[in-house]
């Protein structure tokens, strides 16, 4: 039996724009939104990046809510 195809979670623009979003925290150019400080963490890094890719309307999966991920962790 031939296996299943995986559907893409995120789109190649989606991947494009955290890639560029990576490189530019690594030179140290990438700043938050509002305060302008320079991001050090590469988690925020990703955020922005996902950030931009939803506003250009790429494939991007929801923003899950805080509520939920609490819930999951203490059920496992």
């Known amino acids: ?3 299943k195809a995986k559907k893409r ?5 989606a991947a494009k724009k ?3 979003a990576m490189k530019k925290r690594k030179s140290g150019t ?3 939104g509002r305060s302008g400080k ?3 963490s590469r988690k925020q890094a990703i ?3 996902l950030s931009q890719a939803r506003k250009k309307g790429a494939k991007v999966p929801k923003k ?3 509520k ?3 819930k999951r962790a203490a059920k496992s």
């Open 18 to 20: 955290v890639g560029r």
């Open 64 to 66: 899950g809510s805080k």
């Open 1 to 3: 039996m031939a296996k």
């Open 68 to 70: 939920r991920s609490k």
């Open 47 to 49: 955020a922005i990046g």
């Open 9 to 13: 979670r995120y789109s190649k623009g």
């Open 38 to 40: 320079k991001v050090k």
């Open 30 to 32: 990438l700043k938050s």
